[in-house]
Every structure is written in C-alpha cells, then in structure tokens.
C-alpha cells in the first residue's frame, strides 16, 4: 500500500455507470517521512476519509476486493485512514 | 517478489474490515547487497517480521495469496523473512 494525504474531491456527473456513488478523492503519495512525492492519484474512499487526512490506499487489481469496488472500474481503493507512523523507533507522525 | 527491509510500521484503527488484525509494516525494498532502491511501501505481514529483518515481499493481486483470506485488498504482503543469500554476499555485512 502506499501513504497518501488527501487533497480534494472530484466531482463528476458524467462518468462510467459503475462508479455511480462512489466517493472519488484525490490522494497525493507521500513517503515513509510524510514527504509529497508528487505523484497524484483518484481513488475510491472505502472508509469515510475527510480533507488533508493521511490514509493508506491500495492500487491495481487488489483494489477491487473490496465490497464497494468489487466488478468497478478501479485501481485505487483508501484502506484506512492513519493513525500513527514510526520508523525506526521514531514516531514520525501521529493523528 | 522483491527483497526489502522493515523499517516501521503504520498504526490504523479506521479501516476497511479485511484489515482487521493485520499487522502494516513499512518495507524499504533493497538491492541484492542490501542497498536501498526505491520507494518504500506499506505491506501486510504474513511472518512476523520485525523492523530491521530482511524480508521478501509479494506484490500486486497476488499479495492477497500470502494471507489466509485471498480476496484481502492489499498489493504487497510480506511473504518470507531472509535468513541468509546463497552464494554468500556483502548482504551478511548488512544486518
């Protein structure tokens, strides 16, 4: 999985059949640091993640095995929304 | 696969059920003579792996197969611990 804090909504009314109700969030990668990497991507929010949370999402085709996104078409699912992240014995970020 | 090494882990009390009792371990993936090469990610863990222990990790949908529920929505999960490389390298150096 990758860390990502989420930076916006996407709102999209024309859009494939399958993704009708689904929450689509833009998720900017961050590194094991809390670092952007500059990589952006739209993914479903499977657990209710709100603006500016840091959350962990998972990307290709285990991205639909989830309940939401079984059969759809996505490669990007939000897992959970962080509440710690240590490395090392460094606690580098806490919610 | 890839080899790597655990250098954290992430804490997530907010997640989607298939998580639950996973245990989320940062992996830095690592060269054959243990130098870092890429960007680390967040990986299920399979084998009670701890930070420092070199390990192998599965990615992609086949991640799911190294956990007792195949349709668990992880890409990466670590799959071995690497007690040592054969032949020999300076990957024993770097323990």
Not at chain 1, 44 to 58: H, K, M, Q, S
Not at chain 1, 63 to 78: E, F, L, N
Not at chain 2, 52 to 81: C, K, N, Q, Y
Request: proline share 4%; hydrophobic share 45%; glycine share 8%.
């Amino acid at each position: 999985m990758n860390l990502a804090r989420v930076t916006g909504t996407v709102v999209a009314t024309q859009k494939s059949e399958a993704l009708v109700g689904a929450k689509l969030l833009v998720l900017e990668r961050l590194n094991e640091r809390l670092k952007p990497l500059g990589e952006y991507t739209v993914a479903v929010d499977a657990v209710g993640a709100g603006e500016e949370e840091i959350v962990l999402y998972t990307s290709g085709s285990s991205a639909r095995q989830t309940s939401q996104t079984k059969d759809s078409p996505v490669d990007a699912v939000i897992v959970a929304i962080v509440d710690s992240c240590t490395i090392g014995n460094e606690t580098v970020f806490q919610r | 696969m890839f080899l790597g090494r655990v250098i954290g882990f992430v804490t997530a009390t907010i997640k989607i059920p298939e998580f639950e009792g996973l245990k989320l371990l940062w992996v830095q993936p690592i060269c054959r003579n243990g130098s870092p090469s890429g960007k680390a990610i967040v990986a299920c863990d399979a084998t009670q792996a701890g930070i420092g222990d070199r390990v192998f990790v599965v990615d992609s949908r086949e991640a799911a197969f190294a956990l007792p529920d195949h349709a668990t929505p992880t890409d990466a999960t670590i799959a071995g611990i690497v007690e040592y490389l054969e032949p020999s390298t300076d990957l024993e150096s770097a323990k």
